[in-house]
Nanobody, 117 residues
Framework: QVQLVESGGGLVQTGGSLRLSCAAS????????MGWYRQAPGKLRELVAT???????TYADSVKGRFTISRDNAENTVYLQMNSLKPEDTAVYYC???????????WGKGTLVTVSS
């Protein structure tokens, strides 16, 4: 059974930092591109960052220079370090695992990040 479990969300003030974690089980982590997405109230889910199996990251323009995605293949975990948080970063953050062999994507249930002004 595939499980992606996010943690690390919470309430933080503008300018603060949070580190999200996503622990994966039931998948071959090493053949999955991992990603973080977010969905703010009333908005569509959007890509935040992805990281390839070799560790190459990509970021949405809105988070470049503030967020860092990383992965630990030995621990089957992907991280999102979020610095200089802004109120517009408030959203539910979802972890996703996309299998490179067939494109099948699995999702976590999300963790809420709230940035107060």
């Amino acid at each position: 059974q595939v499980q992606l479990v996010e943690s690390g969300g919470g309430l933080v003030q503008t300018g603060g930092s949070l580190r999200l974690s996503c622990a994966a089980s039931g998948i071959r982590f090493s053949i999955n591109t991992m990603g973080w997405y977010r969905q703010a109230p009333g908005k569509l889910r959007e890509l935040v960052a992805t990281i390839t199996i070799s560790g190459f990251p990509t970021y949405a323009d809105s988070v470049k220079g503030r967020f860092t995605i990383s992965r630990d293949n030995a621990e089957n975990t992907v991280y999102l370090q979020m610095n200089s948080l802004k109120p517009e970063d408030t959203a539910v953050y979802y972890c996703a695992a996309k299998r490179i062999t067939d494109g099948i994507t699995n999702w976590g249930k999300g963790t809420l990040v709230t940035v107060s002004s």
